[in-house]
């Protein structure tokens, strides 16, 4: 599974960016997608994730500003974000958990990260 994430940029304080995230997997089932985000010296934390049925759940910092969604049928992942912030400023990574057609086992996958800069 690849997963190839682009949207990154440049916002100001109170701007709108929109990432996303194309998935490449033959042969696989995906389920559960999600948006992570880290800056340096922190731990990667979850931003937002969204089930192959577009249940979906967000950190709190993000409530309420960012909305995720899904594409199935081309495998691709969205992030809305809106109301940026300064502390949003991060390297985002999608990730998306799934499962060979051949196996019962899922894996977690992930993409390469995009940078996104929010200026105050």
């Known amino acids: 599974v690849q997963l190839q994430a682009s949207g990154g940029g440049l916002a100001q304080a109170g701007g709108s960016l929109r990432l996303s995230c194309a998935a490449s997997?033959?042969?696989?089932?995906?389920?559960?997608m999600a948006w992570y985000r880290q800056t340096p010296g922190k731990q990667r934390e979850l931003v937002a994730g969204?089930?192959?049925?577009?249940?979906?759940n967000y950190g709190d910092s993000v409530k309420g500003r960012f909305t995720i969604s899904r594409d199935n049928a081309n495998n691709t992942l969205y992030l809305q974000m809106n109301s940026l912030k300064p502390e949003d400023t991060a390297v985002y990574y999608c990730?998306?958990?799934?499962?060979?057609?051949?196996?019962?086992?899922?894996?977690?996958?992930w993409g390469q990260g995009t940078l996104v800069t929010v200026s105050s």
């Open positions: 990730s998306a958990r799934a499962r060979s057609l051949l196996s019962s086992s899922w894996s977690q996958y």
């Open positions: 997997a033959v042969l696989f089932s995906i389920g559960i």
């Open positions: 969204i089930t192959s049925s577009s249940s979906t």
